[in-house]
């Protein structure tokens, strides 16, 4: 699946007990995998095996495999990487902005400050807890998330398409992981991008020090590989609004690559972007950035175009949204000041 595996942040070196159970006197000898498959709801026995593989099953304190025969009396605990109420769905009303619907997937306009899914720090209050509210038995993808099929960050703006069916979510899911589905993001980057376009190659992993971030690597055995190409819309004195299409989709993607090239989005508070990273040191030009900070109180970037073949129909379809007013305004400030000020190099 190509839906990013982690939402903002999740403490995925963290473990919590999700299931404890004291098997009964009457138990027969019985292999694990098995066992938990009769206890556990809502579960496949591929989950249960991945979770012994793991080493994250355990009997009496010590993992065991899932061809482990439980006995009478035996204490069987499931540590998983999320918290156990994070899967838990509560339906929220929550205003859908739909540009698109049919009987097998419709499209959302997510604004910005909007989680996606539940994760750590946020467990309600997202589009799923919306879609579960707003539509019935959703399918659920590869992370057990109804009608997800790709995500974008809490604080990104911009298209994402839910599956209404099991057919729908395989069939964009495999688009997605094929890299045939077309998506293109507005993005607004501190410095004066040079090169009209170009593209970025990098795998994207954990930072090292600080697991709040990502970070590009050179080694090919770090990471998963991403490719970013961009293109140069406008160049506004000290930042440079781009284009940027994705042919793969990691977490951050553009905004590691952006910040790999010496561009960080403009405000992205994560990456250093809400910071004055070009420009001139006097108070009136600080005074600017701060209103213009203001009136985009977070990253600039926006998923601006969706493409892919409808899993019905095989027909190609094209969705595209306008800047949301936050961009807009910001983007017309900058060229405000642009008009009154001489193009520097970067």
């Keep these: 699946m190509s839906i990013d595996e982690i939402a903002e942040i999740e403490e995925e070196d963290s473990l919590f007990e999700h299931f404890r159970f004291e098997v009964p006197k009457g138990q027969e000898l019985l292999r694990i995998d098995k066992f938990l498959m009769q206890v556990v709801a809502n579960t496949t026995r591929n989950k249960i095996q991945k979770a012994a593989d793991n080493g994250d099953i355990y009997v009496n304190d010590i993992p065991v495999k899932s061809n ?9 605990r499931i540590l998983l990487p999320h918290p156990p109420f994070e899967n838990r769905i509560d339906p929220e009303d929550i205003p859908l902005d739909i540009v698109y619907e049919d009987d097998a997937l419709l499209l959302i306009n997510k604004p910005a400050g909007l989680v996606v899914h539940p994760g750590h720090g ?26 997800l099929v790709h995500r974008i960050d809490k604080d990104t703006s911009g298209l994402l398409v839910i599956a209404k069916t099991e057919t729908a979510m395989t069939h ?11 998506r293109e993001y507005i993005a607004l980057v501190w410095g004066i991008v040079k090169e009209d376009e170009g593209t970025i190659v990098g795998n994207i992993a954990r930072h090292p ?10 080694d090919p055995e770090i990471g998963k590989p991403a ?18 299409t994705l042919e793969t989709g ?6 590691v690559h ?16 809400n910071l004055i990273l070009k420009g001139t040191t006097f108070t009136k030009y600080k005074q600017f950035v701060d209103n213009c900070f203001k009136i985009l109180p977070r990253q600039a970037l926006h998923a601006k175009t969706l493409g892919f073949v409808h899993p019905t129909t ?18 017309e400030k900058w060229r405000g000041y642009a008009k009154n000020h001489i193009e520097v190099e970067d």
């Design 122 to 147: 946020n467990y309600t209050g997202t589009l799923v807890n919306a879609l579960a509210f707003h539509f019935q038995n959703l399918p659920l993808n590869s992370s057990e998330r109804p009608g």
């Design 209 to 218: 020090r600080d697991r709040m971030q990502m970070s590009v690597y050179a």
């Design 227 to 244: 490719i970013t190409h961009y293109k140069v819309i406008e160049r506004l004195t000290y930042v440079t609004l781009v284009s940027c």
């Design 250 to 255: 990691r977490t951050h993607q553009i905004r």
């Design 314 to 331: 095989g027909e190609m379809m094209r969705f595209d949204t306008e800047l949301p007013e936050d961009m807009r305004l910001c983007i």
């Design 172 to 182: 964009l899911a495999k688009q997605f992981e094929a890299k045939t589905s077309e």
């Design 258 to 273: 952006m910040k790999h090239l010496g561009h960080t989005l403009f405000n992205d508070e994560r990456y250093g972007g």
């Design 68 to 76: 482990y025969r439980v006995k009478p009396l035996d204490v069987v």
